[in-house]
């Protein structure tokens, strides 16, 4: 049986995520219990803010409910397509936002929903990539840390493009994190670059917190994470920011249905995700895959089998556009065997449901 791991603090969840990237502790052994964290505060002052979610603040919280179906869609139903979604789902993700007493603080709370909705999610990821997932995403959408580095990124990223000296002047004395925390989030963008979920959760935690600081700018004061900045200082910071959620990297096994070579530089093929069905084109350059690259892809094309694709791509509310093949891997043997073993009885229950409703 599974023991109970308890997190009640980031620093319990940044020390599990290490211990689980490592293989010091193995995903499928543990079970995971939330105890006051993830839980996240942000806290406004202001003549506007009494008691009340403005209409600005409430963008910033859609922004953040619709990353949490994104990777839930993900977990459960392997795409990023959030029309997937059930009703029932909807209710298990829905967002409480508490409002307390005073100058508005808001408390975004996600122990409900990573324990129930996540932690029951019949998911097509492997354990430990799921554990993972949900550690990350507590870590980055209610993490003090992740707030913080939020702040220094869009600290280097203005220094560069501010030419008044006053202003970068200004900017150069912020200082948001620690080096404990800089290894944090260290942590996370190396786990990144192993898995595509948390890579794109990563990215639409970057959209979300600058909602949150673009949104609440008109504050004179803003807390959030452990960081406090006036309102102005968040207007400075956040101008420029560019979305980074519609890129997203779509690695899988797909199968390849139809090819277009009537491209000069390249060719596109059409390709299905042998695990949520999802079809969309995608394009292949002549100078991005290596000789082996494009065999792999004609040895899956010709042998009717699936192969594995690291993909990068534009979504756009589910739309797949400007998807880009930048690398290829054949299945196995073994592999092969155990996807047509699969496909054959699909197809054989298929075969079994059109006979008994002729029958009937």
């Given at each position: 049986m599974p023991r109970e791991v308890v997190l009640k603090t980031e620093i319990d969840a940044f020390n599990l995520l290490r211990s689980i990237n490592d293989g010091s502790i193995d995903a499928d052994d543990i079970k995971l219990k939330f105890d006051g964290w993830p839980l996240a505060q942000i806290h406004l002052?202001?003549?506007?803010?009494?008691?009340?979610?403005?209409p600005?603040?409430?963008?910033?919280?859609?922004?953040?409910?619709?990353g949490i179906h994104r990777a839930y869609a993900y977990a459960e139903y392997g795409t990023y397509n959030v029309n997937k979604l059930t009703v029932e789902d909807k209710k298990k993700l829905e967002l409480a936002i508490g409002v307390e007493d005073g100058s508005s603080i808001f408390n975004i709370d996600l122990q409900e929903i990573l324990d129930k909705a996540f932690g029951s999610a019949v998911s097509?990821?492997?354990?430990k990539e799921l554990v993972l997932l949900i550690i990350v995403l507590g870590s980055l959408y209610a993490g003090n840390t992740a707030y913080k580095d939020y702040l220094q990124d869009r600290k280097d990223a203005r220094q560069k493009e501010i030419i008044i000296e006053e202003k970068k002047a200004h900017i150069e004395t912020f200082q948001f994190m620690s080096a404990q925390e800089t290894e944090r989030m260290k942590l996370i963008r190396d786990i990144a670059k192993s898995y595509p979920a948390i890579d794109n959760v990563q990215r639409h935690a970057h959209d979300t917190a600058t909602e949150v600081f673009k949104r609440a700018g008109m504050a004179e004061k803003i807390g959030v994470g452990g960081a406090e900045i006036t309102g102005e200082e968040a207007q400075l910071l956040t101008r420029n920011a560019k979305r980074k959620s519609a890129e997203v990297r779509l690695d899988g096994s797909y199968r390849l249905m139809e090819v277009n070579s009537s491209f000069i530089n390249g060719f596109k093929v059409k390709v299905r995700n042998v695990d949520s069905g999802a079809v969309f084109w995608a394009k292949v350059q002549d100078t991005s895959l290596t000789e082996p690259n494009k065999a792999a892809l004609i040895d899956a094309e010709w042998g009717k089998v699936p192969v594995k694709l690291k993909i990068?791509?534009?979504?756009?509310?589910?739309?797949?556009?400007?998807?880009?093949?930048v690398d290829v891997e054949s299945f196995t043997e073994q592999e092969k065997e155990n996807y047509l073993g699969r496909f054959n009885e699909s197809e054989a229950d298929e075969s079994s449901s059109d006979s008994t409703s002729e029958e009937l």
């Open positions: 002052v202001g003549p506007k803010y009494h008691n009340s979610i403005t600005s603040i409430m963008k910033a919280f859609i922004e953040l409910q619709r097509k990821m492997s354990s990068n791509a534009k979504d756009l509310a589910g739309s797949i556009s400007q998807a880009l093949i």
